[in-house]
């Protein structure tokens, strides 16, 4: 299956700053999604991406994925508390089941 | 939206014990469930792929007679962890989505299993 390497596994951020989280495979993806995950809860759909070079935007978060569609970034403008969780690359979906990243953990310092 | 209930949310029992979780799709059908595990500040682990009136497929290394999967309707699966021990301990979660379509992954809230 497709497999995706995320990093880094932990940002600490002073709440304020900007965030990216990046994704890349070795393999061209046919799609990637993005979830996020508040400690204790379970994975929630942020978006989906599909074609090379597509960027979308929602309120403070870009999300892009690259023009070989090898890779994808998530980056969240002016981060606020309630953005603390781990955000998750996904690669896949449909019936073969999804391949999470690693994820990395957002840390947000008051 | 699609919704997806998972149930129980949180189980404590001793060594030895089998557990059921339940993962319904409540408004939409189903014919691929899918079975987490997440253990502590870790990714999401793909278990086993559950198909509605067939067999699961399990991903390499998991047990299949430890977890039995259980797919009996398009809006049911199962998951029983068979003679549990503290090493299967962890966060189960289940996902799903609407029949036909590739897209978002709708996930249940989730179960924490604590053997002790």
Redesign the interface.
Known sequence: GQQVMQIPQYQHVQEGEDFTTYCNSSTTLS?I?WYKQRPG?????LI?LVKSGEVKKQKRLTFQFGEAKKNSSLHITATQTTDVGTY?C?AG???????????T?LIIQP | GAVVSQHPSRVICKSGTSVKIECRSLDFQAT?M?WYRQFP??????MA?SNEGSKATYEQGVEKDKFLINHASLTLSTLTVTSAHPEDSSFY?C?A?AVG??????????TRLSIL
């Open positions: 799609n999604q809860g379970h994975p929630v759909f989906q998750f996904a979906g449909g019936a073969d089941g999804l391949t999470f990243g690693k994820g953990h | 691929t899918f500040k870790q990714s999401l682990m793909l792929t979660i996902s989505s379509v590739v897209g978002p992954m709708h996930f249940g809230d989730g």
